[in-house]
């Protein structure tokens, strides 16, 4: 069983940065790539990022590249979502995910993710 906790979210002003983790625990989540989503009141789940196993490689989605980053730390089973430059558009609930690694292609939909955190509100806000 794999189990997923968030935490760093919180409220800030445009413009700033904050920084989310998720601490996994569970034998096999070191050859697990982990996501993170997001999701706004009334829309569907959307893909942030996600690392691959060995933290090697990571995929950004479109809609925050460049401004957030995604790292992780094995031997404490970390992964890390520095958000920088946030804006109004970025308030949301941010949810760790773990997916089976893939050799071929990212998975950014949330149904490929078969384990979630209970998420953490991040609010933008002037």
């Known amino acids: 069983q794999v189990q997923l906790a968030e935490s760093g979210g919180g409220m800030v002003q445009p413009g700033e940065s904050l920084r989310l983790s998720c601490a996994a625990s569970g034998r096999i989540v070191s050859k697990l790539d982990m996501g993170w989503f997001r999701q706004r009141p009334g829309q569907e789940r959307e893909f942030v990022a996600v690392?691959?196993?060995?933290?090697?490689?990571?995929y950004i989605g479109g809609s925050v590249t460049g401004r957030f980053t995604i790292s992780r730390e094995d031997a404490k089973n970390f992964v890390h979502l520095q958000m920088n430059d946030l804006n109004l558009e970025d308030t949301a609930v941010y949810y760790c995910?773990?997916?089976?690694?893939?050799?071929?292609?990212?998975?950014?939909?949330?149904?490929?993710?078969?384990?979630w955190g209970q998420g953490t509100q991040v609010t933008v806000s002037s």
């Open positions: 690392v691959n196993w060995d933290g090697v490689d990571s």
């Open positions: 995910a773990a997916t089976n690694s893939s050799r071929f292609h990212w998975y950014t939909l949330p149904h490929h993710y078969a384990y």
